[in-house]
């Protein structure tokens, strides 16, 4: 059966493929086990599922970190997948590396999250950015509540 693209609830689901409401869920549910489907709602709200022709794969980058812990919110410019381990640090070198204001604002919110000060600098020391990181470092601290860093670092 061939689907289209389009973001659905589970009722105007089984209307436009003459379904029942079981049905449309047990379809769904199997699309979404393929990757043919994203779930967002739930809860109080409706459950929205966006069909896709193609498979999505979950991104898992840059924005979800940023987005998870700064109150100011990025909309994404691109997908961001990564394979192994990607964490505050690797976000916040990513950030300094994209350079625009609105997204290092939204990476100064990242200094409270940072779990290993050795690898965050590593990673810059690694891309040259040293001296970027630790500007950053100084505009958020004068701006928001954030953090020490360890003194053998602010060289």
Partial sequence: MKFREGKYTVEKFALDYHLTRQSAINLLSKLKKQ?????????????????YKLKKRVTNGFYDI??????????????????????????????IKIGDIR????????????????????????????NNLIKLYKKSRASIKCRKIPKRYMK
């Fill in 35 to 51: 990757g043919y489907v994203i779930v967002s709602g739930g809860g109080k709200q409706k459950r929205i599922y966006n069909v």
């Fill in 103 to 130: 997204t290092l604002d939204a990476v100064m919110y990242l200094f409270n999250h940072v779990k290993n000060w050795k690898k965050l600098f590593d990673l810059a020391k690694k891309n040259n950015l040293t």
């Fill in 66 to 95: 940023v987005n998870k812990y700064s109150p100011k919110k990025l909309n994404p410019r691109f997908e961001h997948y990564v394979n192994g381990s990607y964490n505050v640090e690797n976000a916040i070198i990513d950030g």
